[in-house]
């Protein structure tokens, strides 16, 4: 099953369940501030393949998509966590995962424009990252089990900053301006996407393919990043864990390759979908 955030032809904000083209709307999206129409339903304990719809469904293609979770508690990032990523960095590799947050003001969806000012960065980087979308409360869970925690698997663009990354020595405000985190375009359920160990991740920037690599090669599988997080913090139902970024990035091109005014970035992963989002620089 999928689902996303989608505003429909009546202009208002709905949580739908995907049926080919068409849309099922099965909740409300911001109705209120923090209102996540996900962990609404995973609170009431619905089946969200058996959801009644709210209103009348419409068509896809006459909507517009809005982040695929439009109000988690934490988005928690990961770095480093690919082995051709730190190869390529010239980084050592992690004996543990690497974790900060984006902060949720810079969540955006697919179709979304990412928009920044040359008066803040002249450095803005694509990361293509698999996003896991909590679907029950995790603290202190087993690896062996750490999966059956998971709602479901979305697209999240780890946009970066990386002037102001680099400069500072953390990566909060860098990879948290507005827009920063284009999320979707929708969420593929675990029961359908399988195994997230085996899939393909590709980046085009202007149609150029930049990054390829599949998730195999990340350094702490989607199981253990839930566990270990779990001991530390609690994993609220619709909490987005963004799982890292393989080789190919634009900093470590020669010559390096930035978003600029004009660029479509475009990141597709296997059995889930693509995310596609223009750039916007403000002088």
């Not at 068409?22 to 393949?49: F, H, N, W």
């Not at 990412?114 to 996003?131: H, P």
């Amino acid at each position: 099953m999928r689902y996303a955030t989608l505003v429909g032809p009546d202009k208002k904000a709905y949580f739908v369940r995907l049926r080919d083209q068409e849309a099922v709307p099965i909740g409300r999206a911001y109705e209120r501030p923090g209102l996540d129409p996900l962990r609404a339903l995973i609170d009431s304990g619905a089946s969200a393949s058996r959801v009644r719809p709210i209103a009348r469904p419409f068509e896809v293609r006459r909507a517009r998509f809005l982040p695929a979770v439009t109000a988690p508690q934490k988005v928690v990032a990961i770095g480093l966590n690919f082995r051709n990523h730190a190869r390529e960095t010239g980084m050592k590799i992690p004996d543990v995962p690497m974790s900060w947050c984006k902060y949720t003001s810079s969540l955006i969806g697919h179709g979304g424009t990412i928009r920044y000012s040359k008066r803040d960065t002249t450095k803005v980087d694509y990361e293509i990252e698999l996003a896991i979308v909590m679907g029950r409360r995790a603290r202190n869970v087993k690896q062996k089990d750490a999966l059956r925690y998971v709602f479901g698997y979305t697209v999240c663009n780890d946009v970066s900053a990386r002037d102001e990354q680099f400069a500072e020595g953390q990566f909060c405000r860098a990879k948290s301006f507005d827009t920063f985190t284009p999320l979707g375009p929708w969420i593929v359920s675990a029961d359908e996407l399988g195994d997230p160990q085996n899939l393909r991740m590709r980046t085009h920037v202007d149609g150029v393919l930049v990054q390829d690599e599949t998730t195999a090669d990340m350094i702490f599988p989607c199981a253990q990043l839930i566990s270990y997080l779990s001991r530390y913090m609690t994993l609220e139902p619709g909490d987005v864990i963004s799982t890292g970024t393989p080789s190919g990035v634009g900093f470590t091109r020669s010559p390096p390759l930035y978003l600029v005014n004009g660029t479509v970035v475009e990141c597709e992963i296997d059995r889930i979908g693509t995310l596609r989002n223009p750039v916007k620089a403000l002088g």
